[in-house]
């Protein structure tokens, strides 16, 4: 069974490795992720990983209030991607990737701390977990820029990192429901079922 730590670094490998075979001419024209181009996801990418940053030392400093609601993410992304317009698609993933390298570095000394994210409150390595997964799914999307799309060898046990940080926010039987269907989910075609559930459209 693969690490939280190691899920994640392979995350971020897996994105160093798909948008790298984006062509100079592609990023701003191609579209990868709902209505946004290769060029404004390394943007998000590069905006998350210093929302992570920020997130984990409210953490540290024992705030674990919620940064914003979840409500608000899609306009703070786009403020985000926004503000970063400046950069172009390699230039922001040049930047994020380090950033999200030191972002592990610095979570894996702090694991059980607990940590409020847009949708609840989980522990910092629940989120971590979480994360890698968001980093293989962001892969897939560069990835459809070719002909070869992501599938991650661990598909699996990031289906499970990603319903447990869910499952565990949600409330009620909903929540009960996506802790109990886990393990039996990700046993069976886990990364197709994953892209679905995110709103991909899986082969």
């Known amino acids: 069974m693969a690490t939280t730590e190691v899920l994640y670094a392979d995350g971020l490998a897996a994105l160093k490795t798909q948008a790298g075979s984006i062509s100079s001419h592609q990023w701003d024209i191609i579209t990868v992720c709902g209505d946004w181009s290769a060029a404004e996801l390394a943007r998000h990418l590069l905006g998350v990983a210093r ?25 703070r992304n786009a403020a985000v991607i926004d503000s970063l317009g400046h950069l172009t698609g390699p ?16 979570a894996a000394e702090h694991m059980e701390l607990p940590y409020g994210f847009p949708f609840g409150i989980s522990t910092v390595g629940t989120h971590l977990a979480g994360v890698a997964g968001e980093w293989h799914l962001h892969a897939w999307d560069f990835s459809t820029a070719g002909n070869n799309l992501h599938v991650p060898e661990n598909q699996g046990e990031i289906f499970r990192a990603v319903a447990k940080l869910i499952g565990g926010t949600q409330g009620g039987a909903q929540g009960f429901v996506t802790k109990l269907m886990t393990p039996l989910v990700s046993r069976h075609n886990a990364w197709n079922r994953l892209l679905t559930a995110s709103g991909r459209k899986a082969d």
Do not use: C, K, T
């Open 91 to 106: 230039q922001a993933l040049a930047e994020m990737l380090p950033l999200a390298e030191n972002y592990l570095n610095r």
């Open 51 to 75: 929302w992570y940053h920020e997130w984990l030392d409210r953490a540290i400093a024992g705030d674990v209030s919620l940064p914003f609601a979840a409500e608000e993410l899609d306009e």
